[in-house]
Each structure stands twice: as structure tokens, then as C-alpha cells.
């Protein structure tokens, strides 16, 4: 079973205009809300190409509702903690050919309502099961928190896939999780340096590996694909040229098309094909809406996967 964590998921709202004008009124063409944050993402992609996955989340107030009922129209299987404080809403302006995004804070999350998220990965969560964490933590979290829930799970002989960035990230790796999917800005701030080529990429890849003893490593690179580090051996990813709507939640459905091949028992190949197909459908797609299963069987044919 794959379990998904997102300790602050958002409500995306998308403005669709033609044109923001400075101190002028600005008429909204068309609202539409999407259920987001990184695991869910996962999660939603999951149950998209039909694979077995719980939604682990903390949700709160009328936005952490509005998420959760939509979750429920998508078929997606979820296990909550309920907070005091709003889930965060995140208000995205799209004109036609640029898009501005706004980011709230999420909940301050209290020490108790920690402890049920711990206990119900304890109640969840067996040997053998895969556990994706995900996203920043909010507010009320240390940035060790990653770092403590890949430990535990680690002594559990359970898959851990990492998807962070900052502090929380740089902690997490420490506790050696089975994978991590970052993208090229994550990575540069990982290492505390800059990457600019394909032998850049894999000299950070084959640190991280001895540094932090991580067998698979992601790294997408939008529309240049990706190069993935699974043990000790390199695989360029290139994928087809497609019209990009939005670029939001491709790198979440990379990760979990890989990860659902994995549980499928799929090769390594078939694994990262599936993985690049969800993530370039979910470009072809406007707002969070992300990857349809027609698509991604049709974009399959198109992926090209090479060692090297």
C-alpha cells in the first residue's frame, strides 16, 4: 500500500482573467478550486491510474471541508486530523499567457494534533508499505520532522520517498529515506551549489548517494525530462514536446507514477516511462487538475528511458 503525508495542504483557487491592469477593476472570467499540496497530488495521480493509495493529511475550517469533499468526487481514500485553524488557500491569477501565485500560511499545528498524526501512521502504516512525505511542514512543526518520521519508518523496514525543500528537506536526507524527487532549485539547495549540466547533475546525484546513503534519486528537469540515480546506475528520461497549460503538480505525478510502478513490481524502465508519462500529461492539463489515465497511456509510447 502506498500512504501519502501532507502535513499542509492548500485549497488552490485559479482566477481566470484576461489581463490584470494596475488600479483598475478586474472582472474574473471563471473560479475554479483544486484540492492540492504535494502528497495529495501523489495520491490523486495514484487513484488517477487506478493503484491503491491513503491520503494522510491535517485539514481545518471551511477550506479544509472544501478539500476533503473534493477528494471525495475524485474517489480519493483519506485519513484526517482536524485542526482549529484554516487550511491555507492558495489564490493563483491566470491571464492567458501568465500566471501569479500567492501563497497564505497554513495552521499552527498544536503538539497533540502531532501525536495523531504519528499515531495514525502507527495504526496505518505496515512492512513493506511505501510512505511519501511531502511539502513544507507549517507552522508548529521543527524542521526535523521529516527527519524523526523516516527514522521511525526506517526501523519498520517501510519504502520512505522524501519531497521537500529547504531546511526540512536538508534535515530529512539525513534519516537516509529509500528516494527523493527533487528538482533541479531543490538540489541546488540541498547541496549549496550550482548545477548547470547533465555531468553536474550526476556528480550531485553520486554525493547525495555516499553522503546520505539514498538509492533512488529523482531529479526532474521540466521539459528536458529527467535523470534518476536508482541504484548506482543512471537513467536519462526525455519525453515528448507537448502544450503546456500548467506546469503545477508534474513533478508530484512523476513521483507517484514511479512509485506505483514500483509497487506493480514494473522493471526500473517501466517504472520511470510510467513516472514521465503522468508528469507530462499533467502539463496538458490547465489549473491542478493533473494527469489523465488516456493521456498518460498515450503519452507511454512516446517516452524514451536510456542508461547511461
Given at each position: 500500500m502506498i500512504f501519502t503525508l501532507t502535513l499542509n495542504p492548500a485549497l488552490d483557487r485559479f482566477l481566470y482573467v484576461d489581463k490584470l491592469i494596475q488600479?483598475?477593476?478586474v472582472r474574473v472570467n471563471k473560479i475554479k478550486d483544486y484540492p492540492a499540496g504535494k502528497g495529495i497530488d501523489v495520491s490523486r495521480v495514484i487513484n488517477e491510474l487506478k493503484g491503491h493509495t491513503v491520503a494522510i493529511t491535517i485539514v481545518g475550517g471551511n477550506n479544509g471541508n472544501r478539500l476533503l469533499q473534493m477528494l471525495d468526487e475524485e474517489g480519493v481514500v483519506y485519513t484526517n486530523v482536524i485542526v482549529e485553524e484554516e487550511t491555507r488557500m492558495n489564490i493563483l491569477i491566470q491571464e492567458k499567457t501568465k500566471q501569479y501565485r500567492m501563497s497564505m500560511k497554513g495552521p499552527n499545528v498544536n503538539r497533540m494534533d502531532q501525536e495523531k498524526i504519528i499515531k495514525t501512521i502507527n495504526m496505518l502504516v505496515r512492512k513493506g508499505?511505501?510512505?511519501?512525505?511531502t511539502g513544507t511542514p507549517p507552522?508548529?512543526?521543527?524542521?526535523?520532522?521529516?527527519?524523526?518520521?523516516?527514522?521511525?519508518l526506517n526501523e519498520k523496514d517501510i519504502f520512505t520517498y522524501l519531497d521537500s525543500d529547504k531546511d526540512a528537506f536538508k534535515y530529512g536526507v539525513k534519516a537516509s529515506p529509500t528516494g527523493i524527487k527533487p528538482n533541479k532549485f531543490e538540489m541546488e539547495r540541498l547541496l549549496n551549489k550550482e548545477l548547470s549540466s547533465i555531468d553536474s547533475y550526476k556528480k550531485a546525484c553520486v554525493e547525495i548517494e555516499n553522503k546520505y546513503n539514498i538509492r533512488e534519486i529523482l531529479l526532474t528537469l521540466g521539459s528536458e525530462g529527467a535523470l534518476c540515480y536508482i541504484d548506482s546506475e543512471f537513467y536519462s528520461i526525455s519525453i515528448p514536446e507537448v502544450k503546456v497549460k500548467s506546469a503545477v503538480g508534474a513533478g508530484d505525478s512523476f513521483?507517484?507514477?514511479f512509485i506505483l510502478g514500483k509497487e506493480s513490481d514494473f522493471s526500473i524502465e517501466e517504472s520511470l516511462t510510467l513516472a514521465a508519462a503522468a508528469s507530462t500529461a499533467t502539463v496538458t492539463t490547465p489549473g491542478t487538475e493533473l494527469c489523465k489515465i488516456e493521456k498518460v497511456l498515450e503519452l507511454k509510447e512516446k517516452i524514451t528511458v536510456k542508461k547511461i
Open positions: 488600479d483598475d477593476t508499505d511505501t510512505v511519501v512525505l507552522r508548529g512543526y521543527k524542521d526535523t520532522v521529516y527527519k524523526d518520521l523516516i527514522e521511525r513521483l507517484a507514477g
